[in-house]
């Protein structure tokens, strides 16, 4: 394997890897649940014979050295984790440089509205936040969806943590101790496998197989959770902006819309569709513990997504807490803000609670991190 310098601090290691108002919340047994898992068996079925991926024509991430990469990491860049299209099932793993493992894992995938499949490429600063904490972190890529339509981005999501938990050793990871994390159609990643740990019909055979794909924590920026409710909750002005910005006509409603393309269907006309694809279908007791957190200025994805899900996820009796950051939108960066945001903290089945109006920020993430998976050995 050949070992080229990287950016202060940091080692990078070529391509490697061995071969391949919330509604009240809905109990487990809710009518939409069971419509969606009745469905699921059939509608996977029909969509296995369209995920023959074809590539598209998308930006290129450029090499590895153009990259700011995380200090105080060992990069492993370029790990395929499953023989995918483009730039899809590839997983970049930064590991402390700092300490001994196993290190627990937070595998990140960043969003583009499910459009690319770069995903590996953008959350650079959140491995930064959480490897100074003693976490490794695992960028990675899915399918976008022009390659091909859900469920394979969930399909590509499971095999990604598969493939760590399956290879943790040769990294020197903790197998036992993995959370999912992400921003937007990135969160909603996090989200569903958060949710799916216990659906077979979701658990695809793509990469490595035999092997758990449950996470054991969640953290979710901003993500869409149920599609049939997206463009109704959108905060005044919204709409309008979003049509502009994507050039549609009926916000999340619109054919050409995110979540349309996702599923390979319009939501509107194919309403069992889109509730399959929705994380909130899917919330029972044995989901993992989740931190949530949205902007109220947020108008690509209205915050009333998030306060749905953890209503639902604390209904279910699942640890989670969620805050709602006033005055921010569709941005990750407010995790790291030095400035005082006005939050509402809210949280259920924790214990220590969050403090009451606690602001979001990195290391309150990883605090929460800590006692879901459990403390980082002592360096």
């Known amino acids: 394997m050949d070992v080229t310098p990287g950016p202060a601090g940091t080692t990078v290691t070529g391509p490697a890897g061995p071969p391949p108002g919330a509604p009240d919340p809905e109990p487990p047994t809710d009518p939409r649940r069971r419509r969606a898992r009745r469905l699921l068996a059939g509608i996977v079925a029909v969509v296995a014979l369209l995920l023959g991926a074809v590539p598209a024509l998308l930006e290129s991430a450029g090499p590895a050295s153009s990259r700011d990469l995380p200090r105080g990491a060992e990069a492993h860049l370029g790990l395929e984790y499953a023989p995918l299209p483009g730039q899809a099932g590839t997983l970049d793993l930064f590991v402390p440089r700092e300490g001994a493992g196993p290190f627990p894992v937070v595998l990140w995938s960043q969003g583009s509205g499910w459009r690319s499949d770069g995903g590996n490429v953008g959350g650079e600063r959140v491995a930064e936040q959480l490897v100074r904490r003693g976490y490794a972190v695992g960028l990675f890529s899915v399918r976008s969806s022009s390659q091909a339509t859900f469920p394979a981005q969930l399909h590509d999501a499971k095999a990604a943590v598969r493939f760590v938990r399956a ?64 463009t109704g909750q959108m905060i005044p002005g919204a709409c309008e902006r979003f049509n502009a910005a994507y050039r549609v006509t009926l916000c999340h409603d619109d054919p050409g819309a995110f979540e349309s393309r996702l599923i390979g269907a319009s939501t509107v006309q194919h309403p069992a569709l889109a509730l399959a694809a929705s994380p909130l279908a899917y919330v029972d007791a044995a989901d993992a513990p989740t931190l949530i957190t949205h902007g109220t200025e947020d108008w690509v994805v209205p915050h009333q997504q998030s306060a749905v899900l953890f209503e639902a996820l604390a209904g279910a009796g699942v640890p989670s807490a969620y805050y709602e950051v006033g005055g921010v939108g569709h941005d990750v960066r407010y995790a790291g803000s030095v400035a005082a945001l006005p939050t509402t903290v809210v949280s259920a089945h924790l214990d220590p609670a969050p403090v009451p109006g606690e602001q979001l920020t990195w290391p309150v993430i990883a605090d929460f991190l800590d006692r879901q998976l459990g403390d980082p050995p002592v360096r």
């Open 167 to 230: 290879h943790a050793g040769r990294w020197g990871l903790d197998p036992a101790r993995i959370a999912a994390a992400g921003n937007s159609s990135g969160g909603w990643i996090a989200a569903m496998l958060g949710v799916a740990g216990n659906e077979p019909a979701l658990e695809g055979t793509v990469g490595v197989t035999g092997v758990s794909s449950r996470v054991s924590a969640v953290v979710d920026f901003f993500a869409p959770v149920d599609f049939l409710t997206l």
